[in-house]
């Protein structure tokens, strides 16, 4: 629905033109946002989205054009400019001081004070105006407990809330729902569409297109800084979206391919751990993808764990190719041939101040030994395959991968266990916080394994990837699979329905 002809014209940016060291990250871009309307900001990783929210929010200024507020022009300084302004981001990484409690966080670096600004703090004050608010926004939360206990959708709330307390008029909201399980993301879309019944603008930026198309009212796409096109009402979908974003038609942005086999690769009986996996049994068959579906804390990643020897078992085993395989470690696995691509590739996947050789080698130095040594020119020389083979860009040889897209990090892991010659990969979140291309990118190497004959476990939120890159799916909740069903012949709505449990699983 399009919200924005009978409201307020709040903030216009006209022309305006950021350069980094003559590079033009926003080039001649002019766009507005109204209140009462969720307008999304889409476009590639690089496409100037995150430029044009820090110019609004203070922490860049532009070379060219002007920013107006209500109609006037404004110089937004810094961040405290623009929170005067009315303006409140959320940045994926949050703000918060996970040692403060929920009410505290809320009223950071503005506490109410008795008796003017050099009084004591009025706690009590603090706690019923948090209360107020939190309650205005329907969010149960208690004002005293100490963020750092609260789960990631819990703390997105707290960020929320601490939004709305400076009575903000635009409310930014950078990947809101990266980290979200679903029923999350329905609860922080309720409070969203809340807000803007309230006549809050809200600037929302998502690289997952479906939840993009059920929430927002506009949609502007960029592409290399400049703006591509605007949607409005029944022209947002995700064909146009796509169309708009990399110029291809949305039949080629899940190119799944049907590899599958009846062989037997892997097989996993009655896996329990203490991590919460009970009485877990599967397959994977060659050229397979099996997507795990289930809410956050259903247990998928969980058994992910349990395969690959991160968490050890209580009970249960596995075999591949029929033969028993004893894993009680990551190094076990690994030699059995399992490759785990982590949900936090940053953490947990990636030596961040290592170049790709390094990285990608990692897992399998005994190919690049001469006598007990680095060979150091067949290091590199891997490297170049890989970055050649997968596409990745080729600065990754001669710099440090922090410094890659997020796209062409994961490519990376998943070099490094083609190297490792690895039959069984497991996919936790692949795509998350990568834009469309790099995701078609991700997509087709997953074709290219089935094609190779390896096998797939899948781990996703995204139902729409989920749903599209499967062969098979498997219902977790509480630790346990509770059924297998064909790809093919569940719709989007089944398999939500049968993941929250309103429906029969066969």
Not at 239 to 262: C, F, Q, W
Request: aromatic content about 4%; overall charge neutral.
């Amino acid at each position: 629905m399009d919200h924005a002809n009978n409201h307020e014209l709040l903030w216009e940016l006209r022309h305006v033109t950021k350069e980094f060291s003559g590079f033009r990250a926003l080039n001649d871009v002019s766009i507005q946002f109204r209140r009462g309307e969720i307008h999304a900001l889409l476009g590639e990783n690089g496409s100037g989205k995150s430029t044009l929210i820090k110019c609004i929010s203070g922490v860049h200024q532009p070379e060219e054009g002007e920013i107006l507020c209500r109609g006037e022009r404004v110089e937004v300084a810094n961040p405290i400019v623009a929170r005067r302004l009315g303006v409140a981001t959320i940045f994926q990484e949050f703000s918060l001081v996970p040692t403060l409690t929920v009410c505290e966080n809320i009223f950071l670096g503005r506490l109410p004070r008795r008796g003017g600004k050099s009084g004591p703090v009025d706690w009590d004050a603090m706690r019923r105006e948090a209360a107020a608010i939190l309650g205005r926004l329907g969010i149960e939360l208690d004002t005293m407990a100490v963020v750092g206990t609260l789960s990631v959708a819990q703390q997105q709330l707290v960020e929320i809330t601490k939004a709305v307390s400076i009575d903000a008029t635009l409310l930014i909201m950078d990947e809101p729902t990266a980290a979200l399980g679903q029923s999350e993301i329905v609860q922080l879309h309720a409070l969203a569409r809340r807000l803007r019944g309230e006549g809050c603008a809200i600037i929302y930026i998502s690289h997952r297109l479906d939840e993009v198309v059920d929430l927002v009212d506009r949609v502007t796409v960029l592409k290399d800084g400049r703006v591509v096109g605007s949607r409005t009402g029944d022209d947002i979908n995700t064909g146009e979206i796509v169309r708009l974003m990399v110029g291809s038609d949305i039949r080629e942005h899940y190119p799944k391919e049907n590899n599958a086999t009846n062989e037997v690769v892997y097989r996993a009986k009655g896996l329990c751990t203490r991590a919460g996996v009970d009485d877990v049994s599967f397959e994977l068959h060659r050229g397979e993808v099996l997507g795990l579906a289930g809410l956050i804390g259903a247990g998928r990643t969980e058994i992910a764990n349990a395969v690959f020897g991160v968490d050890p078992l209580l009970a249960g085993g596995a075999e591949m190719h029929g033969s028993p395989i004893r894993v009680r470690r990551p190094k076990d696995a690994i030699r059995c041939g399992i490759a785990y691509l982590s949900e936090n590739r940053k953490s947990d996947g990636l030596f961040m101040n290592f170049f790709s050789g390094p990285n990608i080698t990692i897992v399998n130095l005994k190919k690049i030994l001469r006598h007990r040594h680095l060979d150091l020119r067949r290091e590199r020389a891997v490297g170049e395959e890989y970055i050649e083979k997968l596409q990745i860009s080729r600065t990754a040889l001669d710099k440090s991968v922090r410094f890659l897209s997020g796209g062409n990090q994961q490519k990376v892991i998943i070099a490094r266990w083609l190297h490792s010659d690895a039959e069984l990969f497991i996919l936790d979140e692949p795509t998350q916080g990568i834009d469309i291309k790099a995701k078609v990118e991700v997509y087709n190497l997953i074709n290219e394994l089935t094609r190779q004959g390896r096998c797939v476990l899948l781990i996703s939120s995204d139902l729409d990837e989920l749903l599209a890159m499967s062969d098979r799916l498997a219902v977790v909740r509480g630790g346990r699979i509770l059924s297998t069903l064909d790809a093919r012949r569940i719709t989007k709505n089944g398999l939500m329905e049968t993941i929250l449990g309103n429906r029969t699983c066969n």
